[in-house]
Structures are given as C-alpha cells and as structure tokens.
C-alpha cells in the first residue's frame, strides 16, 4: 500500500501508524489530517476510493463522516450565537413557533445542542423517504412529543439533532442552511465538502462499506442491545425509524439530501481545518468566548440513547478519560462519527485532528485506527 502526503519534522512515525490500519485494521480508503497553532503539520491519505479498487483516494477524497457532521453544524450554531440572532437560553418556539407542540414550548437551543430536550425520534412509524425531504422533516421533528420531559436527563438525537438544531439554525440565520454554511464556513476555510456530497469545492466522493474485519471493540457497544431488547423503545426508534436512516449512504437520494446530523461528506483535511481553527489562538470562526461556552460541560451522564457516560458542551462531545473519547487534553471537544470517522480541537495543544476513512467499523466513539494515530501524536509533541 502506497501512502501519499507528508508529516512535518517530528511527525513522521505517525506515518507507520497509518499503513499499519491498512495493513492490520482493515482500511481500504482513508486520509488522516492535524493542523497545530494554524499550520497543516500533517496530511496523509491512501487506498481506493470505490468499492473495485479503481479510482484513488486523494487528499480532497470526501467521505460521509456521519456523526461527525455534527460538530460543522455546531460551528454554524454557535456563529449564531455571536452575532446576536441566537440566545441559547430563549425558547426555541420564539424562533419556530411551530416546534411548541406537544409540550415543546419551553426547550431551549441550549438543549437542543447539549441532547437535554427529550426529543430524540420519531414516535410513529414515518416513510423512508422523509429523511430525503429537508423541510417535511423539519416540520415532523417539530410535532414530534419528546420522550420525557425536556430538561430531565440527558439523551442523543443521532438524527433528530441534525432536523431540530439545523431547522432553528435557519430560520434565526435567515438563509437556506447549505448558503450559510458555504457563506460561514466553506468559504473562509476553502473546505472541500460538507453537507451532502454534492456542489463542494471537490467533486471526489467515496463508497464507504463495513471493515471485512472487525475490530476489536475498546468497550461495550450496548447500544445494538438496547435495540433488539426493545424495537419500540426511543434507542431502537432513534436509529431505525425509518430504516433508510441505516442503509443507503452510497446512493444518489442520500448523497444529495440535506441531513445535516448524518450526511457530512468532508475530507480529512476539512474536519482539521475547522477545529484547527477553533484550538487556534486567534480563531476566526467564534470568539475565544464562544468556544470555550460552546466547550464547556452542559450535560454529562449516562445516555438514554448511547447507553454509555457521555459529557457534552453545545454540539461537541467533550474529552474524556477512556481511550476512545479522549481528544487530546482535558479542554479537548469535537465530534465521532458512526464508523470510525472524528474531528477534534484540543486548545492547549493548538491542535486541529481529522480521519476520515471509508471502512467502516463496530465502534460507539473512535474505534483502534483513530486512537492509535491520536496516542501517536501526542507522544510526539
């Protein structure tokens, strides 16, 4: 296997640590990135791109990332935030007065952003192709009834999120979400993709598949259980309702909706340039305020839905102790995604990280291919 790129001085063995996922951990397609103090330190890629092996994979290669798109549409959230069109703390019914049904009328943005709203999936059965419709699916989110009160406890919206926080980010921003996040983002960082595949500075878009192998899991994956214990239950209704939410991601109704929490198609290079930006000390996506509001814990805890402890600030994922969660240091925050894909900041190290990769594995958080490649880098600052 050929790995193409470059690691600054210092940097090089986290080439081995790369070819190593490919030669012992399944990769076929993938491409590892990490901005410091505003420089790209490193950028490596490698493999095909499609499932026959015939197109390569290259540095502006863009992969859907899943979960990790979260992270892009917090960004565009907070943004909002500071320019005064957004109080977190204001109800989000002043903004989309449709979203106070059933009992919606006091959830706030905050809660929304930090999964404390209760509003986690659909109650009824709804067709696959919804999720392909941006607008009837931001209407349905917003007559959906939570699944417990709001503000009780702490529960991911794998999907829901990408619907509630997106739909609201819209309507303050006033502008369609794709313009305002190739206005805000795409645009002064020169990203190479973002939400769907489609009309992004690259055109090279990758199949993605499951590992051949799987990996061994760094913990307890009881998410699948908590489905089959109960199909009818808010874990198994908020990944499989409707089913097209899990199958389809290489096909056109896919790659060109508008699903903000699951649809994400960035390089490598993108996920670092954004959170290199926001470890930078002088970003210019937020305020230093801003990130470090946006960081900070609002919500942690055991999760109804991840079934697993979890501290999050508005949209990221905060770092923690174990191996799989740990972005960095202890001021670290971003976002996985489902298959091993993630994107980080770490402030104290100025340090921006992105993988993205196009096998995908069994991993709630960052499953052996990620973390071994972050333990690397930070062995070597």
């Not at 950028?43 to 979260?70: H, I, Q």
């Not at 619907?163 to 960082?189: H, I, K, N, T």
Request: net charge negative.
């Amino acid at each position: 296997m050929e790995i193409y790129g470059f690691c600054a001085p210092g940097f090089e063995s986290l080439y081995d640590d790369f070819a190593h996922n490919f030669r012992h951990c399944g990769d076929n397609g993938a491409a590892v990135a990490v901005h410091q103090h505003g420089e790209l330190i490193v950028s490596l890629w490698a493999g095909s791109a499609d499932r026959d092996a015939r197109v390569p994979y290259t540095e502006d290669t863009l992969a859907n990332v899943f979960s990790s798109s979260k992270g892009v549409l917090a960004v565009l959230a907070m943004q909002q935030v500071g320019e005064g069109r957004l109080d977190l703390d204001r109800p989000v019914a002043e903004y989309w007065p449709e979203f106070a049904a059933k009992g919606k009328e006091k959830v706030t943005a905050r809660q929304l952003l930090c999964h404390r709203a209760g509003l986690v999936a659909f109650r009824e059965k709804v067709a696959d192709s919804l999720i392909y419709d941006w607008e009837e699916a931001c209407a349905r989110v917003a007559a959906t009834e939570p699944w417990w009160t709001p503000g009780s406890h702490q529960g991911y919206a794998p999907f829901f999120y990408g619907w509630s926080v997106g739909g609201l980010v819209e309507r303050v921003a006033g502008v369609p979400l794709r313009q305002l996040y190739r206005d805000a983002l795409a645009s002064p960082l020169e990203l190479d993709g973002g939400f769907g595949a489609h009309g992004h500075r690259s055109t090279r878009i990758a199949d993605v598949g499951p590992l051949k192998q799987p990996l061994p899991e760094l913990r307890e994956n009881a998410v699948g259980r908590a489905i089959k214990e109960d199909r009818n239950g808010p874990v198994a209704q908020a990944f499989t309702n409707p089913v097209s939410l899990m199958m389809g991601t290489n096909g056109e109704d896919w790659r060109g909706a508008l699903i903000p929490a699951a649809n994400g198609h960035f390089s490598a290079r993108d996920l670092a340039a954004i959170y290199g930006d926001l470890a930078a000390e002088q970003p210019s996506l937020l305020s230093p305020e801003l990130i470090a509001e946006a960081a900070r814990e609002q919500s942690c805890g055991r999760d109804a839905i991840l079934q697993a402890d979890v501290s999050f600030g508005c949209g990221f994922i905060r770092s923690g102790k174990a191996a799989d969660l740990r972005f960095g240091g202890s001021q670290g925050f971003g976002h996985p995604g489902a298959g091993g894909s993630v994107g980080f900041a770490d402030p104290e190290q100025g340090i921006g990280f992105g993988y993205v990769t196009t096998r995908m594995g069994q991993s709630l958080f960052m499953d052996r291919r990620a973390v071994s490649l972050v333990e690397r880098l930070y062995g070597l600052l």
